[in-house]
């Protein structure tokens, strides 16, 4: 079993920044990848970042490229989500996820994912 925890949410203008945290705990040597993800009302949950602790390979979803940045800390028991000029549209529940994924292709696929913390809210306004 894998514990996430994940703080840093909040209010922001449009243009503004904000920084997730999320603490892992437990077996999380059963894992090859952590990342973020965020859903909004009546959509999908997508991946937004995910990282590859023991390589510190890193893969981001087109519409947060160049904008937002996954990093780790503290031999991946801690993983930060840096965003900068955010947009109302990415306005969501953004949650940390981690697990064992067979190929990096399919990083940002939450469905891959067995590990979830609670989620914590962002909302950029215009």
């Known amino acids: 079993q894998v514990h996430l925890v994940e703080s840093g949410g909040g209010s922001v203008q449009a243009g503004g920044s904000l920084r997730l945290s999320c603490a892992a705990s437990?077996?999380?040597?059963?894992?090859?990848?952590m990342g973020w993800f965020r859903q909004s009302p009546g959509k999908r949950r997508e991946g937004v970042a995910v990282?590859?602790?023991?390589?510190?390979?890193?893969y981001y979803a087109d519409s947060v490229e160049g904008r937002f940045t996954i990093s780790q800390e503290n031999a991946k028991t801690t993983i930060y989500l840096q965003m900068a000029n955010l947009k109302p549209e990415d306005t969501a529940t953004y949650y940390c996820a981690a697990d064992w994924v067979y190929g990096n292709w399919i990083a940002l696929d939450a469905s891959r994912y067995k590990y979830w913390g609670q989620g914590t809210q962002v909302t950029v306004s215009s």
């Open positions: 990282l590859h602790p023991g390589d510190g390979r890193t």
């Open positions: 437990g077996d999380i040597q059963g894992t090859n990848y």
